[in-house]
């Protein structure tokens, strides 16, 4: 269990910076990270992606808190939308872990990763919509929110790849729409691990330190150095010009899409 505790402290200021930069949780990165490291802790191959959903999802917890109250003090958090998003998003989680735990995510991601494709061409276009925040009202607000958690839930991601798009489609300023996507990843998380605790409870050949589903050595070595690292990666996310912020971001939701694309092949 220490060499799986030493290796996610280290990746874990890398997923950290990510997640304040780009508001996505890190779980786009601490999700293949896990599915590759907890073979070495004998971890049952058909429980190796649940555990890495679950244990990201988990330490998605804390590096949201983190970034969220750091892009608060500089002002770039909009509470409306943060709000109305978080409460689409619980229904969603729910029904996205559920589905996770009985069925095969080939389909979904084989769809998700031509989704950020898409999104990532259109970002590095630098797409400017012609309308702008008055669209958010609160029950599309609500309804993306359902959405967006479903999709978190099932493939254990904090939401910014498909949250930070729609704010920014829908006129929103890069800057807040990377702390908002900060503020949801919170629900999702929260709602998100304890649903993967409470389905993994019980489950025969867990590995000794799981709580559930929730791997404790991967989740305090992650959550031990992204907490302070997620403030760096909040605070560069409000000095970066927008326009290169998005750039940034599509180029993150390129490498994202082709990994999710090959890995669903």
Not at 57 to 82: C, D, E, F
Request: with cysteine; hydrophobic share 55%.
């Amino acid at each position: 269990m220490l060499d799986v505790f030493l290796l996610c402290f280290v990746f874990g200021a890398f997923s950290g910076v990510l997640a304040g930069l780009f508001g996505i949780g890190g779980g786009l990165v601490i999700v293949p990270f896990l599915i590759f490291i907890l073979p070495m802790n004998s971890v049952p191959s058909e429980q190796v992606m649940l555990i890495a959903i679950a244990t990201s999802l988990a330490s998605i917890v804390i590096t949201s808190l983190s970034a969220t109250w750091t892009h608060y003090q500089l002002g770039s958090l909009l509470k409306v939308p943060a709000i109305h998003l978080s409460m689409g998003m619980v229904l969603g989680v729910f029904l996205g872990a559920f589905f996770a735990d009985k069925f095969v995510a080939n389909y979904l991601q084989l769809i998700f990763g031509v989704y950020l494709l898409l999104v990532a061409l259109q970002m590095a276009a630098a797409y400017k919509p012609k309308q702008g925040l008055r669209l958010l009202n609160t029950l599309r607000l609500k309804l993306a929110g359902s959405v967006i958690g479903f999709a978190s839930a099932f493939l254990g991601i904090g939401g910014g790849t498909l949250t930070v798009p729609y704010l920014v489609k829908h006129g929103v300023k890069m800057k807040n729409s990377v702390a908002i996507s900060s503020a949801c990843g919170f629900p999702i998380a929260f709602i998100g691990s304890v649903s993967y605790m409470a389905l993994g409870w019980g489950v025969e050949g867990l590995p000794e330190g799981a709580l559930g589903y929730v791997y404790l050595p991967a989740f305090f070595g992650i959550v031990l150095s992204s907490v302070l690292s997620a403030t760096v990666g909040a605070k560069l996310a409000n000095k970066l010009p927008a326009q290169k912020l998005k750039r940034y971001f599509s180029v993150l939701l390129f490498v994202v899409a082709l990994n999710i694309l090959w890995n669903s092949a």
